[in-house]
């Protein structure tokens, strides 16, 4: 007769399930049900369903979170752009904590156009999440839309000649047009070709790049209102400074139309 050993572990292992599963299970709570708000304001003004205000205004959105009645204290909001399906990358304008008084606030510039926004309660273990409804706003620009241009030269096939290519990028509600004069400055300015501007493409670009200097090995980043005017700024840790270096954002969070241009 053979005789089988059973291991310690193994014996707390089974009096454990015994004990769990021969228990009275708990009835588990549901999260409450919860509604958003979103309220958008400027300039102290509480502005109507697709108001209007002017290019480099500070817009502030407001939501409210409360779940029967009572203000939701604990949790973040996403502020996103109520035009897409999925509120990522860079369709999701920022999140915030909220306040004692249940609400959540994000400041920022938006850029000229048309947009859309809401707000969505993070989910919790306690509260459920809610989306708010739509925010329209426009933002309108007087005088000139900025733009950027740069000439690129690509040598061609033919030794000794070569192509001259200019990209226009400009801000706006449509793409830029007109033409795009290249000029000889070693032959007295002489024009050697004004060709129109090609059909634009838009989208979330950048009309002039900047790489912000930090210290050695930067390796986390935070954002966070550091310098009190009510726009995210962002913070930089930098590993063998042992340093932080803090970027103000001095135009704000903007969501802006842009729109590229070649020539040739």
């Not at 709570?29 to 958008?40: D, E, N, Y």
């Not at 817009?59 to 990522?88: E, I």
């Not at 200019?166 to 070693?186: E, L, Q, R």
């Amino acid at each position: 007769m053979k005789i089988r050993r059973v291991s310690l572990s193994l014996q707390i292992s089974a009096f454990l399930t015994v004990f769990f599963c021969g228990g009275v299970l708990r009835a588990w709570a549901a999260p409450a049900a919860t509604t958003t708000t979103l309220a958008v304001t400027s300039g102290g003004n509480t502005l109507a369903p697709g108001g209007s205000i002017a290019s480099g205004s500070v817009v502030s959105l407001t939501a409210t979170v409360t779940a029967s009645g009572n203000s939701v204290t604990v949790g973040q909001v996403s502020f996103c752009d109520a035009s897409v399906t999925y509120c990522t990358d860079i369709h999701l304008l920022g999140t915030a904590q909220l306040t004692s008084a249940g609400k959540a606030t994000l400041n920022f510039i938006p850029g000229i156009g048309n947009h859309s926004y809401k707000a969505v309660f993070i989910p919790t273990t306690s509260d459920a999440t809610s989306t708010s409804g739509t925010a329209t706003l426009t933002v309108t620009h007087s005088g000139l839309y900025p733009s950027t241009t740069t000439l690129q030269s690509i040598p061609s096939s033919v030794a000794g000649t070569y192509t001259l290519t200019s990209m226009v990028g400009g801000i706006g509600p449509s793409a830029p047009t007109g033409a795009v004069s290249f000029i000889d400055t070693s032959n007295g300015n002489s024009v050697l070709s004004a060709p129109t501007l090609g059909t634009g493409t838009a989208g979330p670009n950048f009309l002039s790049a900047t790489n912000v200097p930090t210290g050695n090995a930067p390796e986390g980043i935070a954002i966070g209102d550091f310098n009190g005017d009510g726009i995210s700024d962002l913070a930089v840790t930098n590993f063998d400074s042992n340093t932080v270096t803090v970027l103000r954002i001095v135009y704000g969070r903007c969501r802006i139309t842009g729109w590229m241009l070649g020539s040739a």
